[in-house]
């Protein structure tokens, strides 16, 4: 703020360090309204009238119809609204965005849902997990059907298995 006061900073980007200021301290009291049923953590919110408002308008939509759409949306907002920044072109732009592809693409896709959000680490484990059991459970009933089964064990394996047993 020293260096707006002084007077350092050019007019047009003391204007969009504002704005930025300002969008931080709104989205910082919604982030504190979210948490504010579970703790009191008002101290923490720029308004604590604001935080108060917010945490009220989440509270009550959770009965709404798609209120699990409400906080996956507006944190997707919180992302697009920082990502651009105070600089609107930065060096290496185009390397940064190859480094950052070449990073994401070393994960398995079972990792992303279908917006290519990823996904908490304990449900990309039990997906692979259930698609290890799967395996050996398919591998066991082919190698039982082959080698050992009865005439009806076999029938039955086979009516099972059509049904994705």
């Known amino acids: ?27 910082t009291d919604l982030l504190v309204g979210r948490l504010m049923d579970l703790a009191d953590v008002s101290v923490f919110a720029f308004d604590a009238g604001r935080a108060r ?45 190859r480094v950052a592809a070449a990073v994401v693409s070393c994960f398995k896709a079972e990792v992303f849902d279908e917006s290519g959000v990823p996904r908490p680490y304990w449900l990309a484990r039990l997906l692979t997990l259930t698609h290890d059991a799967e ?10 059907l082959r080698d050992e089964g009865t005439l009806e064990e076999n029938r039955r394996w086979k009516r099972l298995r059509r049904f994705g047993l």
């Open 53 to 97: 408002d917010f945490c009220d308008d989440l509270t009550r939509r959770k009965e709404e119809p798609g209120s699990r759409l409400i906080w996956p949306l507006l944190l997707s907002s919180l992302r697009a609204g920082y990502r651009r920044s105070l600089c609107p072109l930065q060096p290496h732009t185009e390397l940064n965005e």
């Open 1 to 27: 703020l020293r260096h707006l006061v002084d007077g350092k900073v050019p007019l047009y980007d003391a204007v969009r360090l504002n704005r930025l200021v300002e969008k931080t301290e709104r989205w």
């Open 135 to 144: 395996m050996i459970l398919d591998e066991a009933m082919t190698s039982f």
